[in-house]
């Protein structure tokens, strides 16, 4: 199963910002997928395809992000995708602890 690409990701590759990319999506030029129900992503021989194709209007320098920002984005999302084993992780290690400690 091929990785699909966040808005970021297709955002920094075509050398746009985020909101372009939305834009892309609700015109119909690039289809995006809903994970979740909030979280765009999309296929990366797509967006490769469209890059030639953009409009000149498009046509920037890529947009750099903030750092913190960026991590801030990643954490949720890791959360959001992820919440069943964060939860998991933390009840066995409390388990754990309880049995070692009252033995």
Do not use: C, H, N
């Not at 750099?64 to 998991?88: G, K, M």
């Amino acid at each position: 199963m091929e990785k699909l690409w966040t808005t970021a990701e297709v955002a920094g590759f075509l050398g746009i910002a985020e909101s372009d990319v939305e834009e892309l999506v609700r015109q119909g030029t690039l289809t995006g997928y809903k994970l979740g129900g909030q979280f765009l992503r999309f296929r990366p021989d797509q967006v490769t395809a469209l890059k030639g194709q953009l409009p000149p209007r498009l046509r920037r320098g890529p947009i750099a992000r903030p750092r913190r920002e960026e991590a801030i984005r990643r954490l949720r999302e890791l959360v959001y995708f992820y919440d069943f084993y964060v939860v998991s992780a933390a009840l066995l290690a409390v388990v754990i602890v309880y049995l070692l400690t009252s033995g």
